[in-house]
């Protein structure tokens, strides 16, 4: 029995957008069933202690095309946990292209965890994130966010970056702050080629992000100092499960097949090496997978290894084929937003400014 449990509903292959380094796969119409949605909540619940945390998250595709099933299976985890003695939190990943009524109904809901997809700059987000005309995207996914400001909502844009837009890294970030977003968590793009000088690139452009992170303080966020920040002030953080990579951690395909996270799912393949054993429809609670220790033997030697972020075993099996085994790229973004986080938390203790970091709950 887990204390937290992540449960990931992919709830359909489906998508409007054909963003050009989209890794889920064909966009194939294949919507989850009300079946399959219940009885991954139903096991994931099953999974918990008495008192523990469920946290549910929507995926796709687009998963506001599916809006009504989302609304619907909320609805169900809120009944169902309440009425186990359990704890819930919620959230969805958006293109946000998507505002009929029903998907603005999902977007608006209280306490919802809600990430939308924005690169940055407009030209940077507007030269892969396009629709199937080949058209850009920018102005409608920001229309949507400056709606939801205007309505009280904050959520957190998720700024995918590249070797192509790396160097423009910064300035992407700033302009978002000045747009109004209060939140980046920028996910890098972890299946292209980045060759040395793509990592340099990388290293100077994490310099220059971390000073715009820190003017923004405590007003602003940036998720790879503010985890770091949180670390380096000794701020205890809410417990999740996420990363646990099949241990507590369980993402559900349109077909109910299981997967250890939804960033290895892709088009759901019968021979993708990803997939777990079973189906979601078998009765029961989810069984842990295997684990073990991550790292290598140079990892372990690492001056800050006890806060290294490298433990995250998606995207080492991303990197290298091996859950438990990170690349020279992860360990560099570690180390840099390690060593740019105390840097600016120095400044600001030098110059006594009250800089609270509390963005990354």
């Not at 030269?127 to 959520?155: F, K, M, W």
């Not at 995918?160 to 700033?174: H, L, Q, T, W």
């Not at 433990?311 to 740019?340: H, K, M, Q, W, Y």
Request: net charge negative; charged share 20%.
């Amino acid at each position: 029995m887990y204390e937290t449990f992540d449960l990931v509903l992919a709830v359909n292959h489906a998508c409007n957008l054909r963003c050009h380094y989209c890794y889920t796969g064909a966009k194939l119409n294949r919507p989850m069933s009300r079946e399959v949605a219940v009885a991954a909540i139903q096991r994931a619940v099953a999974s918990l202690r008495p008192g523990g945390l469920l946290e549910l998250g929507f995926f796709g595709g687009e998963p506001l095309l599916e809006s009504r099933l989302v609304t619907d299976m909320i609805a169900l985890a809120q009944d169902e946990t309440q009425r186990a003695g359990l704890q819930l939190r919620f959230g969805l990943t958006t293109n946000g292209t998507v505002i009929d009524p029903e998907a603005w109904r999902v977007l608006c809901m209280p306490d919802l965890n809600l990430h939308i997809s924005h690169d940055g700059l407009p030209g940077i987000h507007d030269r892969h994130r396009r629709g199937p005309d080949g058209r850009g995207s920018s102005a409608r996914v920001l229309e949507t966010i400056q709606r939801l400001l205007d309505a009280g909502c904050e959520p957190r844009v998720v700024m995918v970056v590249r070797p192509d837009s790396v160097a423009e890294f910064p300035d992407g970030i700033a302009w978002l702050r000045q747009q109004g977003v209060t939140h980046i968590d920028p996910s890098l793009d972890l299946w292209a080629t980045w060759t040395a000088a793509d990592a340099q690139c990388l290293e100077k452009a994490l310099a220059r992000a971390a000073d715009v992170w820190r003017d923004g303080l405590p007003d602003f966020g940036v998720g790879w100092f503010d985890a770091k920040a949180a670390h380096l002030l000794g701020c205890e953080s809410e417990p999740s499960a996420r990363c646990s990579y099949g241990n507590g951690q369980i993402a559900v395909s349109p077909a109910g097949n299981l997967y250890p996270c939804e960033r290895v799912m892709g088009a759901d393949a019968p021979d993708n090496m990803a997939r777990l054993p079973g189906h979601v429809l078998a009765p029961g609670s989810f069984l842990p997978q295997a684990s073990g220790a991550t790292g290598t033997a140079e990892c372990f030697q690492c001056a800050i290894q006890s806060q290294c972020a490298t433990s995250c075993r998606c995207s080492n099996f991303i990197r290298t084929g091996d859950a438990r085994r990170p690349d020279a790229l992860l360990c560099l973004l570690d180390r840099v937003c390690f060593r740019e986080t105390a840097r600016v938390l120095d400044v600001l203790c030098e110059a006594r400014v009250p800089a609270l970091v509390s963005h990354g709950d």
